[in-house]
Structures are given as structure tokens and as C-alpha cells.
């Protein structure tokens, strides 16, 4: 195969900004590929939880290491305006030396942070519609120097970005798609798609993501597109994690994370994204796949 097999990790922001670090550092130390964090006003299953804002978390994280990729996975379209985004995407691109990737999502219609904040709660097909000109108005501002843009939410006129990205055209953008219509936004215009199941069990999750990568395929297919141009990243969660105190299934058994991302990979799946543990219990298997598992997942992917 010709893609590179990657995996990340997603560190939640909850807690002080020693202790956040603390895990950002650790991932990249232990040679995950990339990094990500959630993107809220709060944590919406928790609101009175410590919690950090994502992008200005990013900047610092950037300073505090060298190598590992960092993303916000994924940044919700209803907190900020796209020219906005874009501007902060570019300076991050700049602090880190160019290792930024740009997650983008619709957010949540249940997030608190709409009635907290006093900002519209769009619908969910409102939210599809502005995602598919928010992603082109990123992608346009960080691929040229001056933009205009007028779609039905979004106006731009001559806006300027200077300096330019240090990678080129721009950083990749990465789309967070579940349903049809996002998933078609994707295979228009991300780099990258990103998603994950919330099925009860694993065995329906993969049936589900199956068919998502069929869609996906042919619908790059449909637009002229290779499909195999436009990367499949996949973020294992576990939907009985939070009733159970915080523990991962994929943690409790080196067979049952090698039989998850097998099969995710055998999928067309090139990154495979890990939740950082939140019990001391899942930290020695957490360590064991970065140190053991996962480098003989990709000399068997690459072989």
C-alpha cells in the first residue's frame, strides 16, 4: 500500500493547563503521529468540568513541542466566523512550523453553549448547508493571498492573508462527516474525512462505517475524484466509556484494539484515532500499543 498508516490521539481539555500538557507531551513522546482536542465553551455532558479553549490550547502546545501534528478534531462552525478561523489556522500554522491540521464540524444542536453564550442554535440541515461554504471559504483563504466569496450565510470581499501557510497550498483540511449530505461536502472539498460511530457495540459500528466508505467512495468516484486521494481517518469511541466511570473497552485487551483497527484499517481506514485514558488502569495498555502494537500494525500495513 501506498499511504502511510497513522494514529492519533484526542486529550480532552479538562483540567489545568500543567496537567493538559502533561498528556500532549506524553502522546508525542510516545510516537502517536498527531494529536487533537475537542472544541466547546464547556463540556456539554458536564458543564461545571475545567475546560480549556482548543485553538488557544493548540498555540501552546505548539510551543511546549517539535514533531507531532495538531489539530482541533473537530472545530465547530457556530463559534466562529470562517475568516476568523482561517486567520487563526494560518498563525498556528506559522507557531508550530507547519504542523497543523484543520478539523471542521457542524457541532452539536445539544450543546449547552448556545443558551450559556446567546448564540443561534442553527438546525442541523442549516448547519450542513453553511459547512459546505465554510469549508470552501477556509480552503479559499489559505490557498490565496485575497478572497471574495458570497454565499447564501457567508459574505467575504477582499479579504487578504498574508503571510501565506508554511505548508502548501495550505494545511490539510479535515471534514468530520456521519450522514450523506456531509459526506458528500467532504468528498468535494476536504483532504481528509473523519468519523466515528456511537452504535452500542463495535460489530454495528463497522457496519455502519462500511457503508459510510462505500458512500463516500463512490461519491468521490461520482465527482471524478480518487477516492484513494481523499484520506479516512476513524476515531475509536466507546459509547459505554462514560457510564462506566471513564474505562475503554480497547484498554481493557491488547487483542481487542488489534482487532478494531485491523479491521478499520482492512476498511481503507490510514488513521486511527485513540482517546487518551482517563484511568490510571488504561495508561500501562495506553503505552503498551503506542510502544508495542502500533509499530507492528504499519510495518504490517506497509509490507
Not at 503521529?33 to 485553538?55: K, Q
Not at 478494531?260 to 484515532?273: K, P
Request: hydrophobic content about 40%; proline content about 6%.
Amino acid at each position: 500500500m501506498s499511504k502511510k498508516l497513522t494514529f492519533q490521539v484526542i486529550a480532552l481539555p479538562s483540567g489545568t493547563w500543567d496537567e493538559v500538557l502533561a498528556q500532549f507531551k506524553r502522546v508525542e513522546e510516545l510516537g502517536f503521529d498527531m494529536v487533537t482536542t475537542g472544541d466547546h465553551f464547556v463540556d456539554w455532558n458536564d458543564p461545571v468540568r475545567p475546560w480549556l479553549e482548543a485553538w488557544t490550547l493548540l498555540t501552546g502546545v505548539a510551543c511546549e513541542t517539535s514533531r507531532i501534528h495538531l489539530a482541533v478534531y473537530v472545530t465547530q462552525i457556530p463559534l466562529r466566523n470562517p475568516a476568523m478561523l482561517a486567520r487563526q489556522a494560518l498563525t498556528l500554522d506559522h507557531i508550530s512550523g507547519g504542523r497543523l491540521e484543520i478539523g471542521i464540524g457542524t457541532g452539536l444542536t445539544i450543546d449547552p453553549v448556545y443558551d450559556m453564550i446567546g448564540i443561534p442554535n442553527w438546525s442541523n440541515a442549516e448547519r450542513v448547508e453553511r459547512v459546505g461554504e465554510y469549508v470552501q471559504i477556509v480552503d479559499q483563504l489559505l490557498a490565496n493571498e485575497v478572497t471574495t466569496f458570497k454565499g447564501k450565510y457567508y459574505q467575504i470581499e477582499g479579504a487578504v492573508m498574508n503571510p501565506r501557510p508554511l505548508q502548501s497550498p495550505r494545511p490539510p483540511l479535515v471534514v468530520a462527516a456521519l450522514g450523506p449530505k456531509m459526506l458528500d461536502i467532504t468528498a468535494r472539498h476536504a483532504d481528509k474525512w473523519n468519523t466515528l460511530s456511537f452504535a452500542q457495540d463495535f460489530e454495528t459500528q463497522y457496519a455502519e462505517t462500511r457503508d459510510r466508505v462505500t458512500t463516500i467512495n463512490d461519491l468521490c468516484a461520482s465527482l471524478d475524484r480518487d477516492p484513494a486521494s481523499l484520506e479516512h481517518s476513524f476515531l475509536m469511541f466507546d459509547p459505554s466509556s462514560r457510564a462506566s466511570g471513564g474505562s475503554i473497552n480497547y484498554y481493557q485487551s491488547d487483542n481487542v484494539f488489534v482487532e478494531q483497527a485491523s479491521r478499520l484499517i482492512e476498511l481503507g481506514f490510514t488513521e486511527i484515532g485513540l482517546y487518551y485514558p482517563v484511568l490510571d488502569d488504561g495508561q500501562a495498555a495506553f503505552e503498551r500499543i503506542a510502544t508495542d502494537i502500533i509499530p507492528e500494525l504499519k510495518r504490517n500495513f506497509s509490507s
